[in-house]
Structure formats: C-alpha cells, structure tokens
C-alpha cells in the first residue's frame, strides 16, 4: 500500500482511489498520468483485491506497455499471474487467436506488416499510388466499411478503383490467412459487435479497463472499448487533448473532448503539477501551446524548479547545425551524462541524415528509432519468409519471395506459369507443386527446375515437422536445410548480413526460453507487433520522431529543424494545431535542458533551398530582441492566411490596433478585417 502512494500526490490518489464507475483523468505533458494509472492498477489487485485477470491495461506503444508493466509489478507484491497490459493490436491478436473461428478462419492465421500490405497492393494494382491505396483501406477498415461500401459510397472513378484493389485485397488476405494492422482491431470489433454473449463474456471478464494516451484513440477504438463496457462501466482512461498528434491517422480529439458524455456519471481529475521538466522548458511548451484555439487549455505548474534557459541554435546548413549538436552533446557525455539520456528528436525523417554524420565524426554512439529497422532487413524478412511458409505452407505470398533464396535458378516466368496453375486448380502453390504429377509440373518449367521444387517443397515438408516437434530444434533444422548463411557468403555487405541472421537466430532462442510452449506463429506475430519504439534500450543516444518520443523522457533533448516547412511541416493537408501539438510534445519530453535548432539553408529534395526560422520560436516567447524572428512571423500584405470559420484569404492590408495588428483580408472575394491573432499564415 505504502509502495503505491509514496509518490502521489492527492489528486492523484484520489483518481488511484476512484476505482468504481468512468474515470477521466485529463492532464498536461509530464503530469504524472501514466505513474497514476499504472498506481491505480496495483492499488485494484493489491489493496482492492480484484484478480489480475480481471483488469486490462492498453497504450499505444510495446514500450510503453513494457515500462508500464514494470512499474506496476513492482508495487505489487504476490500476483500470481500479471495482469494484461499491452498495446490495442496486441490485445485485438490475443482475442483474435481464441475467437477467430467465429469468422470461420483457422487461428494460425500471420500478421503481415506495413511494407507487406503494400507489397500485395502493388501486385494487384501497379497504377495507383501504393501509399494511397493503403492508406484509403485503412480508412475504410477503420470505419468498418467493406470494399462494396466503398465502391458505393464514392461516384470517382479512381476512387471507384481504389474499392475494387480493396475488394482483392480482402479476397488475398483471406485466401492466405493474413490479417493485417488494421483488422486485429476491427475483426475484434465486429466480433463483439455480431455475438452479444461474446461482447458480454468479455466484459465480464475484464471488470476495469484503463487506457493511457486515450487522445490518440480512433472512433474504432473507441466502438471497442464500448463493446468491452457492455456489462459494466469501470473505464478510466488518462491523455492530453495537447498531445494528440495522431489526427491524420482518424485519431478523434472528441474521443477525450466528450468522454463525460459518452458514459454518464464520469468522475474527472485534473492534475496540474508538471514532475518531469524545469520551469524554463515548461514555460517555452505552454507559451507554444497556447497558440492553439481548439483545447481544453489545462494549467501546468513547475515544481522541478529553477535551471537553464532553453537555447536555440542558430546555423547557415544542416552541417553546421549537426556539428554544433555534436559538440554540444560530446560535452554533456564528457561532463558524466548518461548517453541515454540524451536524445535528438525531429518531424521528418529525412532530417536525422546529416545530424548522424555529425555524430558519427564525433564518434558519439547513436541509435536511430525507426529507421531502417532490424526486421525490415532484406536478410531478416527472407528468414522471416521461410518460417512463415513452415507455418503456414498456403502463404503464396511468402513462398514466393523465397523459392529462389538462395538460388534455385527458378526464374519469374516459371514461377508466373506455377502460380497461374496453382489458381487454375484453385490451390496453393505449395499444394499445387506436392500434388500436381512430376509430368505435369515438367510440362510447365524445365525438367530440372521441376525436381528443385518437389524437393523445395519437401523441404519444407519436414522442416514443419521438426518444428512441431520442438521449437529449439527448429531454427538449426532451417540453416541445416536451406543454409540460408551461404546466401550472403560473397557479397559486398556480405558479413554484416550473416550477423544481422546470427542475432535473428539468438532472438529466436531467447523467445523459445521464455516462452518454451509457444509455437512459431506466435513468434511471428509477436515480431510483427514489434513497434518503433522497441529499439529504445542500452547505452547509447537516441535519434527519433517526435511521433515516437511520446510519452517518453530524456535529460537532454535536442529538436532539429525548426524551420517553416519542416517544424511546422507545411502544405497539402497539414494542420498547424497538430503540428503545434507536436512542438509540445517534443519540448516536453525534456527534463534539464532543451535546445531547439534551425538552419538558413537545407539540401534535399535534390537541391538547396532557403527557409525561414519556425514560427514557433516566436509563439514560444523565444524571440525577443531578435529581428529576423520578428520579420518572419510578421504578417504582410499579399500573405495568404487561413481563419477557422471564412476558410483561406489573401491579407490586402495590415494596420495596428492595440497592441495587435488589423488585418484586411480578402476570402474569395469578401473582404473582411480581423485580429492578427485569429488566423494563421499560410
Ligand atoms: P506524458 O504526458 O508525457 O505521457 P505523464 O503525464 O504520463 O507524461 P509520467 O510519465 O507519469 O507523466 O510522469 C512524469 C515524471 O514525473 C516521471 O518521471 C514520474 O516518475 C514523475 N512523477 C509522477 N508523479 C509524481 C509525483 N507525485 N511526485 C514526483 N514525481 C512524480
Ligand atoms: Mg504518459
């Protein structure tokens, strides 16, 4: 009991306290919410007395479930088994896993990844934009609407296309048991949604839900946790209306907006002391926050006291700007700081480039979050291929990536003419080449190529049955068989390539140990699940997305390329409130210092270009004194700016009232005068 309240304060024990009925705990950035929910779950089964199993925890990222389930363990003395808490795909896997075959699906189906699904889109359609696709059926999954509503819904031709490469899409996934990002919550959904007794059953079962980063839930997240509060009402879920930045992802601010609504009878908690940052930084984030018109506007108190001013750091390129960060964190290591600590974050990815060849000069040890990650390695996903197709042999799509791998001399023509008899007989391909006679396959592809894929296929055959034997020999029985290391023997990057295989096998093991009953979809899965953010451990800095930081925290925080364009990220379908929020979240992830960096000039896109300090320096209060600041945020004549309510207009007139600026401004054709501070430019 004392473990759990040592360290809260009364508004956060109250909350702890309030076990019974919706709960809604709505606070700034370093606030203590997370500490506070992860308190009340120990308080449930330590003091109330409620099983572990009774309760679900879920967030957004596997390491902040991780961390969370730490923490909360450690107040707990005697449980027996630990309580659920994990990400919202990962419990929508979990459920899917014992309630699939409603669906009449078998439940070893795989989880395919982002860069999968686009894979698949690209082969059913080639014309339009991948990312398009993809991200239009992620929409229409998330509103749970199926390909025939969306072709319905649309009058478009290329969206009327668009519906039909979903409709295959679904058709594909199906065929080959996959299920993707989006459906681990939608199939959950509608399960719940079409068996009442099952949407009864499992909120029976979890007595107390709680949600951390509840401003980053979608409306289909949303319909979930409703269905898990059929039979009772015990949610309580903690965010930041300033911290969604997830909007373009359907993430609904109204979700937290109008919680009190959604569940009758809501007992709100405020907390209003900041325990992670200094003041100086605190008051930077809220001057930038304020900015915003569509908040709730909280108040957030110091209480770490006094410490450095934020700094800024100007520079005429990225380079410059990647010396001077390099510099300055080789003096915070010199000076005993953890490197882990310390952390660099940015909007765009593309930013981290010359800031890693600054630290690299330095020789500074760094560790990029979401790059190119480990599992999306060329090497790793052909590994990871075969173990599909050795759990599943009827995934076409696996199978083909690496029927040549290594090289079977097996060239796309015969493959295409395997496939296309394979569909023919409405079979897999692994099925149609164990099935189809040996004359047959050799009326098809040469005579040799026909033995090699009998023999593949056998192969397969029995390295499937090793591995329902016994896990542990699996992975060794794999290399023994496909000798998947040879591949790489004599090529360039050969070598780093063998030892990305040799870590994948140790990963392997060590899955098997902890968990000796686990069979190998469940390792697929659980890869698959892996977040961004999972990389986040050891002794080195961090380089990051302010996407990726949330939640997180670090001594010494760095953000790089504040400049208009990058921070905030202008044009097509931007939202200057949501990048606004981004600034927040990224300043507030610092605990002693922060230092924010612009640059005069960029190279990308192929070529050099000029850009002006972010607006949010000035927002931020950062400005004073400093006139190029001033000259960029200024508004002037033939500026376009855009109002919430009269939409985009050009300013024709700029005149001072007060201590603000009178803007004449012309929106498609009426002119109309209004305070500086009620429209954003352009
Ligand atoms: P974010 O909005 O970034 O998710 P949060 O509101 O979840 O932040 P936490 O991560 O829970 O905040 O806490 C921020 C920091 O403050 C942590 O280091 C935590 O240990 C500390 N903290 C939380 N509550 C208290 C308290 N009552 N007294 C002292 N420190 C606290
Ligand atoms: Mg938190």
């Known amino acids: 009991m004392e473990k759990i309240f040592n360290h809260l304060n009364e508004s956060q024990a109250a909350a702890v306290k309030q076990t019974e009925g919706p709960v809604l705990i709505l606070a700034g950035a370093g606030s203590g919410k997370t500490t506070t929910i992860i308190s009340r779950l120990a308080y449930l089964i330590e003091v109330v007395g409620i099983p572990a199993s009774n309760t679900l925890t879920l967030t957004f990222t596997n390491k902040a479930a991780k961390e969370m389930k730490e923490r909360s363990l450690s107040m707990i003395e005697n449980v027996a088994y630990p309580p659920l808490l994990c990400t919202f795909h990962k419990f929508g896997l979990l459920f899917l896993k014992f309630n699939i075959h409603l669906l009449k699906r078998a439940n070893n189906f795989v989880v395919i990844d982002t860069d999968d699904k686009k894979r698949i889109i690209k ?71 079409e068996n009442p007794e099952l949407a009864k059953a499992t909120s029976q079962k979890y007595q107390y839900i709680m949600i951390d980063e509840y401003q ?92 450095d001013d934020v700094t800024t ?99 796309k023509a015969s493959l295409d003419k395997i496939e296309l008899a394979a569909q023919k007989k409405g079979t897999s391909i692994y099925e149609y080449i164990t099935q189809a006679p040996m004359e047959e396959l050799e009326g098809l592809v040469r ?140 300043f507030t992830r610092a605990k002693e210092t922060l230092t924010l960096c612009h640059a005069g000039s960029r190279f990308y896109k192929g070529r050099r270009s000029d850009l002006e300090k972010s607006r949010f320096f000035n927002e931020a209060g950062l400005c004073k004194g400093s006139l190029k600041c001033e000259k960029n945020t200024a508004f002037k004549k033939g500026d376009l700016v855009r109002h919430k309510i009269f939409g985009t207009g050009r300013i024709i007139g700029v005149s001072k009232s007060g201590r603000e600026f009178k803007l004449k401004i012309n929106f498609a054709g009426t002119k109309r005068d209004i305070l500086a501070s009620f429209v954003e430019k352009l």
Not at 153 to 171: G, H, N, R, W
Not at 316 to 345: H, M, Q, T
Request: proline share 2%; glycine share 6%; with cysteine.
């Open 313 to 411: 750091l100007n520079s005429n390129d990225e380079n410059e700007e990647a010396r001077k960060v390099a510099a300055k964190i080789e003096k915070l290591l010199e000076s005993g700081v953890r490197a882990r600590e310390i952390a660099i974050l940015y909007r765009v990815n593309v930013l981290s480039r010359s800031v890693e060849e600054g630290l690299n000069r330095y020789g500074i040890n760094y560790k990029l979050v979401g790059g190119l990650r480990f599992y999306d390695r060329a090497e790793i996903k052909d590994l990871i291929s075969y173990i599909r197709v050795i759990t599943n042999h009827h995934d076409d799509f696996s199978l083909k990536r690496i029927v040549n791998k290594p090289k079977r001399g097996l060239g």
């Open 216 to 307: 980053d839930t979608n409306e289909l997240q949303f319909k979930l946790l409703q269905k898990l509060c059929t039979v009772h009402n015990n949610l309580c879920v903690v965010g930041d209306d300033d911290q969604s930045i997830y909007g373009w992802r359907g993430a609904h601010i109204r979700n937290i907006m109008e919680f009190d609504q959604d569940f009758s009878g809501t007992h709100v908690f405020k907390l209003e002391e900041n325990y992670r940052s200094r003041a100086p930084i605190l008051k930077v984030a809220n001057a930038l926050i304020e900015h915003n018109r569509s908040r709730l506007g909280k108040k957030l108190i110091a209480t770490r006291g006094n410490g």
């Open 123 to 193: 082969k059913i359609n080639s014309e339009l934009p991948t990312p398009l696709i993809a991200s239009e059926i992620s929409r229409y999954k998330n509103s749970l609407m199926t390909p025939d509503d969306a072709y319905k819904q649309t009058e478009l031709f290329s969206y009327k296309q668009i519906a039909e490469v979903f409709a295959e899409y679904e058709k594909y996934l199906l065929e080959n048991n996959l299920v993707d990002f989006d459906d681990l919550i939608a199939l959950t959904y509608k399960l719940l949604d």
């Open 447 to 586: 005579k040799k190529n026909a033995a090699t894929l009998k023999e593949f296929a056998k192969n397969i055959q029995e390295v499937a049955g090793i591995a329902q034997a016994s896990t542990y020999e699996f992975i060794d029985a794999l290399e023994e068989t496909f000798s998947l290391k040879d591949i790489y023997k004599n090529m360039q990057d050969g070598q780093e390539r063998i030892l990305n295989i040799d870590e994948f096998y140790g990963l392997f093991r060590d899955f098997v140990k902890k968990s000796p009953q686990s069979s190998l979809d469940e390792f697929l899965n659980e890869l698959t699940l892996q977040s961004e953010q999972d990389q986040v451990e050891g002794e080195s800095i961090y380089m990051m997305s302010i996407h990726a930081s949330k939640g997180l925290e670090f001594e010494h925080v760095f953000v790089i390329g504040m400049e208009e364009g990058f921070l905030p990220l202008t044009g097509d379908g931007s939202d200057l409130e949501e990048e606004r929020r981004l600034g927040y979240v990224a």
